[in-house]
Antibody
């Protein structure tokens, strides 16, 4: 069964960086893109970007370009998102998600999610 | 960017009620729309994909309709487990979510 297990909560100061991990299991890691979505407290969901675990290629939402980096380590089937120059409004739960069942017929929606990682930015 | 607008933001209902949530896209997204349910402290769970297809394991009281820019999620008979927040998501071009609709107990 597909599982995405994320690293634990983080507390960071403004200006610092944070790196969150997402360990995948139950499927071939390199066959499916891995996405990152965040949710500020009491707010909606915001797509941040994706990484192709096979090639390492990435695509980031314009809002995060220049501040976000998505990487992976195929040897341990783990993906990472790093956000730099943190601000208080980066306080959010960060989710990884994958599109496992997607195809050209049903399209590409997120059908498996990690449990989320709370990142708190506070001085 | 494609903007998604849900209404209402909050909905008060009773067990057994028929509930409808609306989602509008800022431009046509064909039928590339999904609906998610999220409970406090949990990740979103997909209910509906391609506007009207029921994800495996989701109860049949959930249904979706629409195409182009107007979509609806209907719960035919609200159950205690359905009190949650619901999000629509377009996946026609990249991925964007509506702001959410909280379904609360009346």
């Amino acid at each position: 069964q597909v599982q995405l297990v994320q690293s634990g909560a983080e507390v960071k100061k403004p200006g610092a960086s944070v790196k969150v991990s997402c360990k995948a299991s139950g499927y071939t890691f390199t066959d499916y893109y891995l996405h990152w979505v965040r949710q500020a407290p009491g707010q909606g969901l915001e797509w941040m970007g994706w990484i192709n675990p096979n090639s390492g290629g990435t695509d980031y939402a314009q809002k995060f370009q220049g501040r976000v980096s998505m990487t992976r380590d195929t040897s341990i089937t783990t993906a990472y998102v790093e956000l730099t120059t943190l601000r208080s409004d980066d306080t959010a739960i960060y989710y990884c998600a994958t599109i496992y069942g997607g195809n050209s017929d049903v399209g590409y929606y997120f059908d498996y999610w990690g449990q989320g990682t709370l990142v708190t930015v506070s001085s | 960017d494609i903007q998604m607008t849900q209404s209402p933001s909050t909905l008060s209902a009773s067990v057994g009620d028929r509930v409808t949530i609306t989602c509008r896209a800022s431009q046509s997204i064909s039928r590339w729309l999904a609906w998610y349910q999220q409970k406090p402290g949990k990740a979103p769970k997909v209910l509906i994909y391609k506007a009207s297809s029921l994800e495996s394991g989701v109860p049949s009281r959930f249904s979706g309709s629409g195409s182009g820019t107007e979509f609806t999620l209907t719960i035919s008979s609200l159950q205690p487990d359905d009190f949650a927040t619901y999000y629509c998501q377009q996946y026609n071009r990249f991925w964007t979510f509506g702001q959410g609709t909280k379904v609360e107990i009346k």
